[in-house]
């Protein structure tokens, strides 16, 4: 069973940066391509994705946040910048498609545990 492992979160303050790291917990052909964040009571939102046909942004996010990738070490990383209390949140990374870059929840697979984020004001 393929395992993502999120990590890089923590508390920061308004206007901060923090840079979220996913690895995959066995040497595995699955790479990490999307990333998703849950705040409490409320579903999970769509934040960035990542394949070879170029990225995607969640309009929350659009020009805060950046997603790439480290091939040599199947990571997929995610630098936040300008970090607002709305940001807050438990973020998740997870496999999702690589014909076409969704934002979808449901063509993603493989999530992982999470890492909570919380940006106090």
């Known amino acids: 069973q393929v395992q993502l492992v999120e990590s890089g979160g923590g508390l920061v303050q308004t206007g901060g940066s923090l840079r979220l790291s996913c690895t995959v917990s066995?040497?595995?052909?699955?790479?990490?391509t999307g990333w998703f964040r849950q705040a409490p009571g409320k579903e999970k939102e769509f934040v960035a994705a990542w394949n070879h046909l170029g990225t995607r942004y969640g309009v929350s996010v659009k020009g805060r946040f950046t997603i790439s990738r480290d091939n040599a070490k199947n990571m997929l990383l995610l630098q936040m910048n300008s970090l607002k209390p709305e940001d807050t949140a438990v973020y998740y990374c997870?496999?999702?498609?690589?014909?076409?870059?969704?934002?979808?929840?449901?063509?993603?697979?493989?999530w992982g545990q999470g890492t909570q984020v919380t940006v106090s004001s």
């Open positions: 997870a496999v999702g498609p690589s014909t076409f870059i969704s934002s979808s929840l449901e063509d993603y697979h493989f």
């Open positions: 066995e040497r595995s052909v699955v790479a990490p």
